[in-house]
């Protein structure tokens, strides 16, 4: 472990393949005849604890060599490992089509998809860290009194005796009494309590300070049951040890008192109390003892009562109610009762105003909070928002209610526990100053220094050292993946795929499994430029701790940070599927063939297109965005432009677009589905018709969804299909040779071509329909032939295949032009009838950019916001998306782009580059201009790379 991060960057090109570097040298991963997807009998050797990347032309067969086959085989290896009860289901998992695989270890797959199902698991929970957190604060967390602030603890017999030898060693002897209350019975009276002591031979007590021997004296007349002590042995203490008498009476003192006992020193009178119970000693207030069990929100015992451990409720949330905190109350600060219909509202308070002494013409943001008081909880005469909306909430059963609702109803939070999701007695344990929440509130980055610096006694560390170490190794990860700008208690829900890979990647360096394979997908998704180094250390230390690490990836960096490249192509789809190259990065170089070598070493690039003005061009702008982690930022987007926003990941991209400008112009044009991030004013909204988000989900929730319906080329087809000869013959329509509606449709499948069979503890498995044999249709409707191809065959053609056989009718001209759009966007390999469900993001999005410009006309102003979209995306493939970007902005559309690709961004004709750092460090804009502009700034990291690449001088 201690080599894991520190070990020194070896020269990729210089270590001979198969690694002699390695003490003993492990045999290589062998495949034999790999035809999975479009593999075309692919042969490869991969040496083991390699850092290895597959690269090559988006649909070349990447994924189909790297998860498809090694992982699923390494996969199928693991539940082969597993008991006989696991092993019966294994003849029927999917066997990858492969001839021979030999030398693969159980494979780890980290993907970008969020795999926490559970809503309320976060940054914390996902990494182990707040499992560790939880056990370390029950381990050293101490409890605070909530009302005088003083530490909680319980006394036991050593506790006490540790005391005796600490006066002790100052003093020399000690002479003392050890004491205990009078056991509190409620019902019995002093006399009876007396007698009952005589009974059991304890005959002397203390009254207040003054000792009484029962068996001579009576009680005095004025003692009430609280003053007196029992006194249960009078001793003497020498320093070095106790003997056993002290202890004995000791927990004598403790049983008989009911837990409390008192030491009186003979000498001074001075006296110490002691409390076996977890008790603050000055309130008497008894606390739960920590246990890991109370820190956790998962758990019904630690969750808060109220929100189930959710730390949010939904509710009215006042920065929706009041989106312009400059307006006044007469000018319609209350947006609700800003409508003809609740305008008397709004009269009934400006009414009761002036006897209030509430002042309708400043600002809102100036009331007093006596002021606001009144508006939200009414007065008399005025009934205030809160009722206003139950009464609203009431007859919410009417449609316009409901949507009158929606447009002010947000998360706010849940005022039990204050957002802490914890039981408020979790919240009284501290280690040093904080308690758990305020911990997981900490950036990664700042509890990394936290505990970094956390001193701790030697008996803290006895119990705790290990668990310190596992949390700090973990957090010292995540800082390296470049997450340290996330705070822990981040819902693992919000992030995006390519922090959650980072986040699954430190994971796994942090359990510390060996000899395995990790399979990865494009980690650099996400990644600015700058932390694309710290990622590459992460792979490295990965495999330096032994493992194999296989990388799906198409960054010029990572490509050069591997110990052996496989470069797939030559094309996508049928076009690709065979290895074009593999080496060293210099054989790659080298390689006639190879279109990622010929990227790579300059052969070929993409072109800095000749810069267009954005002088002219009218501005939407988002003005004072507060979102997150924004400092009141102004996004001032230049209509009919390409525009890129750029910045360290965690800068505040994602929030400045999506939360703030999208969702703010959405409801702007009526769309109240989303809620706003905070901003002051949406200006020039007007300038464009619509507003489209392109981003990576998927096109269709079912496998029913393909390329072919979303684009609606299918109709088309389906038209040229009835109109067919033979269709009309038999009557068919355009109906019947859809696969959603009964019909021509093989109604055992019901269309879908497959039977899902349900597996009792692995995925369900799916078999082709054993009716139709996964063509999804009747056989009369198969027969229905178009050119001699029937419905089935053409949904099993590729984009490049439909258009050649389309355009050899004047009737299939239509199909072939909106066919054409999704060529245009690196699709031509997708098969029409591809599910939906078996697309990437990235191809998801390309059909959907694809879409759209098939639908959108000269002179349509639509805003379209891109994140990523080279997400998946060779350099070959990025001249293309590029291409389509262009058409759209050239028809009069805008364009708006999340970027890190440094070729799309010096394409772009106006850059805003958000930072300077992540988190709170960042969420200003940084500089504004264009990629020149931009690269002239010294302060922005994405200057840096931009000068690099377009030839500038320092
Ligand atoms: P890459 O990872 O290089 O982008 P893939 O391995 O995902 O490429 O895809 C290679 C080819 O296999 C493409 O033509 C793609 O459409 C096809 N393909 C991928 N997944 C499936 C699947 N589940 N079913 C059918 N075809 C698939
Ligand atoms: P980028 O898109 O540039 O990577 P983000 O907008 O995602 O940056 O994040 C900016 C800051 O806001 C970060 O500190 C991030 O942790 C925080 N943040 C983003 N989304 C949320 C959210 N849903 N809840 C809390 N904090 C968030
Ligand atoms: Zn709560
Ligand atoms: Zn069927």
Redesign the pocket.
Known sequence: MKTLRKSPRKKSAARPRGGSSAPRPKAPIVIRGARVHNLRNVSLELPRNRLIVFTGVSGSGKSSLAFDTIYAEGQRRFVESLTAYARQFLERMDKPDVDFIQGISPAIAIEQKATAKNPRSTVGTSTEIYDYLRLLFARIGRTVCPTCTRPVHRDTVASVIEKLEELAAKNGPVKFHILCPLAPHPSASLKQEIDYLKKKGFIRVMVGKEAVDLSTSPLPARARKSDVRIVIDRLVYRPGGADTRTGDSVETAFNQGDGYASVVLHETGEEFHFNRHFECSTCRVRFEEPDPRLFSFNNPYGACPECQGFGKSVGIDMDLVVPDKEKSLRDGAIHPWTTPKWHDNLRGLLRIAYEQKIRIDVPWRELTVRETDIIINGSKGFEGLNDFFKKVGRKAYKIYYRIFLSRYRGYTLCAACAGTRLRPAALNVRIRDRNIPEIVSL?IDEAHRFFGRLKLTAYELSVARRILEEVNRRLEYLVDVGLG???LD??AG?L?GG?TQRINLATALGSSLVGSLYVLDEPSI?LHQRDTRKLISILESLRDVGNTVIVVEHDAEIIAAADHVVDLGPGAGEQGGAIVAAGSVRDIGLAADSLTGKYLSGALSIAVPRRRTVSGAKRIVLAGAR????KSVDLSVPVGRFTAVT?????????????CFYAALRREKGDYSLQAGKYRELTGAELVDAVELVDQAPIGRTPRSNPATYTKVFDLVRELFASTQAARVRGFTPGSFSFNIPGGRCETCEGSGIQTIEMQFLADIELPCESCKGKRFRSEVLDAHYHGKSIDDVLGMTVTQAMAFFSATPQGKKIVSRLRVLSDVGMGYVRLGQSSTTLSGGEAQRIKLASHLANTRPGSRTLFIFDEPTTGLHFHDIAKLLAALNALVERGNTVLV?EHHPDVIKCADWVID?GPE???K??RVVAEGTPEEIAAVGASHTGKFLKALLGMRE
Request: aromatic share 2%.
């Open positions: 950036t700008y996330l705070t981040r819902l919000t995006s922090e996400g979102e997150n982690n924004l910045g360290v990941s965690g800068s505040g991209k994602s929030t400045l677009v999506h939360d999340i958000l992540a988190g709170q960042g969420g």
